[in-house]
C-alpha cells in the first residue's frame, strides 16, 4: 500500500510556479527569436525578388552595344600605303579643359557674364591666323558624364547611356582607341590631371601623373598639378620623353559645380586656363599639333550630365605655328553672333579619324566618325582622310552581326567605291561621303536605341508579382495566422528556389540560349522560386475569391482609400514628363491634404486633450511641411518658373547652431509626454546635442574652406588649409564613430528609458509606478533613430540638416496623430511616412536627376576615393531620408504602447507596417518602370524618364537593404526581447 504524498509547502507551490512561468518565459523567448529569423529570411526574399527585376529591367533598358575586340593596324590593306600622305604632325599636346562650353570661347560685346571674354586666345589666333588654327563647337553625346565622353572621344564610337553608371568605376578600355593606337605604334604619352584617365588608359601611359577628381569643391590642385608637370615637360621636348604630351585640368568643371558660371571665380579659372595655352604655344615647335578641347559643357547652375544645349556645345581648337588648316568658304558658318548659337559644329567622335590620320595612325577598328574638313590642308587630303574613314566605318559594318546587313547603307558604300575607282570625274566624292557617313551614324543610333524588350518585361512582370505578393502577405493574410503561414512559407521558398534555379541552370546549359546568360538564367529561375514559394502555401490555405474580397474590405474605409489615392496619384504622375519635373511640389501637396484632414478628423476626438492637440499637431504638420518645400535646386526643364534655394550661407551656419540646441529640445518635449525622458533618454539626447555642435562646427569650417578666396576678412583668407584639413577631417571622423559605431552598441547593451519612482501614500504604505511605461517601446527605438539620423547630418549640407531636423519632428508629431487618430494599423500610416521620405529627398538638395548628386560629400571622412568610406557618404546624403523612413516605420506600431504580453503578435504587426511602406515603394517603383518603357522613345527619356527609373530602383533596393538588416533584423527583435525579458513574466 503506497504511501500518500505530503501536500506541497507554500514555498514549494511558489517555486513551481516559478519554474512553470520562467520554462513558459524561454520558450516564448525561443519562439519570439525564431519567428525573428523567419520575418528576417521574409523580407530578404522580397528583396532579392525586386533586386533581380530591377536588375533585368535596367539590362533591358540601358543601351548596350557590339563592341568588336578588332584592333586597326597600319599594315591593313586600306591604310597601307595611304596613312603616311596625311601625317602632318609628329608630336600632340592634347588640353583637356573639363566643361569648357562652347560661349567660353568667343567674345561678348556686352561682356554681362562673368564667364565671356577671358578665354579668348582660341578666337583671336583663329581670327588672325586662319591656316594655323582650327575653332569649332565641339557637340557631345548625352548623357554628358566625364568617363562616357572620354570613351568617344579615344574610340571614336558612340558610348551608350550605361556608361554614365560607371562614370567613378572605370575600367581599362579594351576597345580599339587611338591612345593604344599611339601606345603600339611606339609613341610615347605622357599625362598628367584627371585620373580617370589613369584608370581606363593606364596600361598606355607611358609617365602618369593623375590627381583625384571626384573633390568637386576643390578648384586648385589639378590644375596647379597639371601646369607645374607639363611647362616642364615642353621646356624638355630634347629628351624625347613624349610623342604625346595629355593635360586633362577640372577646375572650370569645378568651379561650376562650386559656384555656376555666373561667378567671379569662373573668370580667374578660365583666365588662368588663357595664360597655361599661351605658355604652351610658346614652347611647341611646328612640327606639334595644339588640341585644346572640352569634354562637355555646363547648364546655368554649373552642373551636367543631361542633354540640354549648354550642357553639350563644348569647344574644339586645333592650331599649328605651320600652315596645315584651312577654313570653309562659307564663312557664315563661323559667325558668333548670340554665343555661336549657329557656328559650325562637329561631333565629338569626329575628333577619332582626325588626330589619327593627322598623327600617321590607323583610325581605331569600332569608329563611326567623320574626318573635321578644317583640319586638313586642302580639299584633296580631306577627299583622302574621307576615302580612308568611310573604308574603316564599312569595315567595322561588315564585321558586325548587328549592321553587316544593313542593304542601305551597303549600297551607298558600293556607289562611293565605284565614284572613287573611277577619280571622281564629276567632283561628288565629297559630298557623297557626308551622306554615307551621317546615314551610318543615324542608322547605328537607331538599332543601339532598340530596347531589349524581353528583359524590360521579365523585370515588370518579377517587380509586379512582388507587389501582388506584398499586399497579400502584409494586408490580406489575418494577423492571427500570419505566424503560422510564415513557418509554412520560409521552408516552401528555400525548397523552391533551389528547384528552380536547378531547372533553369539545366535549361540554359543544355539549349544555350543567345538571349540570357547562365547568370540571368539562374536569377531568373530563384525570382521564379520565390514566387511560388509564397503562392503555393498561400493558395493552398485561401482561395483567390476569398482574397479579393479580403481586398475589398480591408480597403473600404475612408483613411485607407485616402492612402490609396495619394499611391496611386504618385504612381501616376510618371505618366507626364511635366508631372514627373514636378515630383517635389506634388508630395508636399499630398502631405498638406493629409494634415488638414488630420485636422478635421481630429475633432471627432471623444477626450478634448485629445481634440486639441490633433489640431495643433495637424496645422504645425502643414506649415512645416510648407517651410520644407521652400528649400529647393531646380531642374532645368522647371526652368524660370523655379528659384533655387539650396544654398550655403553665413545664416545658415547660425541657424545651425540654434537647431543643435533647438532640435533636442523639442525631441524631450515629445519624451515628456510620455514621462520618457529618463535613464537612457537624457544621455542619448544629451550627446545628441553634442555630436550636432561638432556637426555645425564642421560645417563651419566648410564654409570658410568655401569662401576663404572672396572672405572681407584678412584672417579668413590667411587660413592655413592644411591644418584646417586636418581638423576637418578629425573632426568628421569622430562624429561618425560616435554616430555609426559607438552610440549603436551602446544602444544594443543601454537601459531603456524608464524610472522607477516610488511614492509614500496618505496611509504610510509605499507606491511604486514605473515612469515611461507607457512608451517603453517607442522612447528606446527612437534613440537608434537618433543614432543615424546624427550620421546623416553629417554628410548633408546645411540648409539639408534644418530639413531633416524637420523630418525628425514630422515624424514624431506624425506618431502623436497616429496615436490620436487610431490609424495604427492602417495604410495611411506608412504611406505618410514615404511621403515624408520623398519630400526631404528633395528638400535636402536632390533631384531624380545626375547632376544633382552631391558627389562632393564624398571627401567628408577622407581627402581622396576610399572604399567604403566615399561611398558611404554618398549614399547617406542621398538617401538619408529613406533610410529614416524605413527605420522609422516600425515606431507606427511602437509609439505609445506599453509593454505586450504577446510579443509575436507585437513583431506581427511591425511587419505589417513594414510591409505596406514596401507595397508605396514598389508601386512608385514599378510605375517608374512601365512608363519608363511606355516612352523609351520620348524625346526627354534620357533627362527625365531614364534617371526617375534608376532613382526608384535605388530607392527600392535602400529600403530593403534598411527594413531587412537594421528594423526588421537588428532593431525591433532586440527590442522586444529584451522588454519581454522584464516585463514579460
Known sequence: MQRPQDPESGEEVRKRLVQQSDAKFHIRNNRLRFMAILYVLIFFSFAALQTIAIAFFTRGFLLSRQVLDNHSTLTDPIFLDQSDKLQNFDKA???????????????????????????????????????????LKFIADPPTTTLQRLKGLTTGSLPTFVDAGSNFDGDVIHEDNFIKQLYSNNRSIAFVGDDTWEAVFSPFLNTSYPYDSLNVWDLHTV???????????????????????????????????????????????????????????????????LVVMGDHGMDRTGNHGGDSLDELEAALWLYSK?????????????????????????????????????????????????PIEEAFDSKDTFKLASYLTMEQIQRYRYHSTSLKDDELINNKYKELKNIWNQGDPKGIFAEKVLEYEYESLERCKDLWARFDLLSISIGIILLAFSLVLLVIYSKLIPSVVITQLTEEIVPATIA??????????????????????????????????IIFGFLIPILDRYSIKWLFTSLLDKFSGLWSLIAISFMVLHAAIFGSNSFTIWEDKITSYFLITFGFLSAVKSLDAQKKVDRVMGVYHSVLFMITTRLVSLSTICREEQGSQCTPTFKLSWWMILALFVNAFFMPSYIRAFYNITSSYHSAAPL??????????????????????????????????NLDLESLHFVKYTLARIIAGIALIAANVGWSRGPLCVKLEIKNTETSSREACILGYQNVYGSQYFLLVMNFTAAILLFTKPLGQLSISILIYQILSLFELVDILGVRANLISPVVLGLLGYLHFFSTGHQATIPSIHWEV???LTEKITFPFTHLAIVLNTFGPFIIVALSVSLITLWKIPPSQKPISLYSRIIENCGTLLIYETLVALSALIFATVFRRHLMVWKIFAPRFMFAGLVQIVINIVLVTTTIGFSCGRLILQINRIFGK
Not at 548659337?341 to 577619332?352: A, G, P, T
Not at 542619448?684 to 553634442?690: D, G, R, T, Y
Open 322 to 370: 605651320k600652315n596645315s588648316f584651312h577654313q570653309l568658304n562659307d564663312k557664315s558658318v563661323y559667325d558668333i553672333s548670340n554665343g555661336g548659337k549657329n557656328y559650325r559644329s562637329v561631333n565629338q567622335i569626329d575628333l577619332v579619324p582626325t588626330f589619327s590620320l593627322l598623327m600617321g595612325l590607323p583610325i581605331p577598328f569600332n569608329n563611326l566618325g567623320k
Open 858 to 860: 564624398g571627401f567628408t
Open 223 to 289: 590644375d596647379n598639378g597639371v601646369i607645374e608637370h607639363m611647362i616642364p615637360m615642353l621646356d624638355d621636348q630634347k629628351s624625347n620623353k613624349w610623342d604625346v604630351l595629355i593635360g586633362h585640368t577640372l577646375g572650370v568643371d569645378h568651379c561650376g559645380h562650386r559656384y555656376g558660371p555666373s561667378h567671379f571665380s569662373m573668370r580667374d579659372k578660365q583666365k588662368q586656363m588663357d595664360t597655361f595655352i599661351n605658355d604652351i604655344i610658346d614652347r611647341i615647335d611646328d612640327k606639334t599639333l
Open 93 to 135: 599636346v592634347v588640353v583637356i579643359i573639363d566643361a569648357l562650353r562652347f560661349d567660353f570661347t568667343v567674345p561678348d560685346s556686352e561682356n554681362e557674364f562673368y564667364y565671356r571674354n577671358n578665354f579668348l586666345t582660341p578666337y583671336n589666333l583663329n581670327q588672325k591666323y586662319p591656316q594655323n588654327s582650327v575653332l
Open 496 to 529: 523552391m528556389v533551389c528547384i528552380f534555379t536547378v531547372i533553369f541552370i539545366a535549361i540554359s546549359v543544355i539549349l544555350k540560349p543567345s538571349f540570357l546568360s547562365l547568370l540571368w538564367f539562374s536569377l531568373l529561375g530563384a525570382a521564379i522560386g
Open 684 to 717: 542619448w539626447i544629451n550627446m545628441f546635442k553634442v555630436v550636432l555642435v561638432m556637426i555645425t562646427v564642421y560645417w563651419s569650417f566648410e564654409y570658410l574652406e568655401f569662401n576663404q578666396a572672396d572672405s572681407s576678412f584678412e584672417f579668413i583668407r
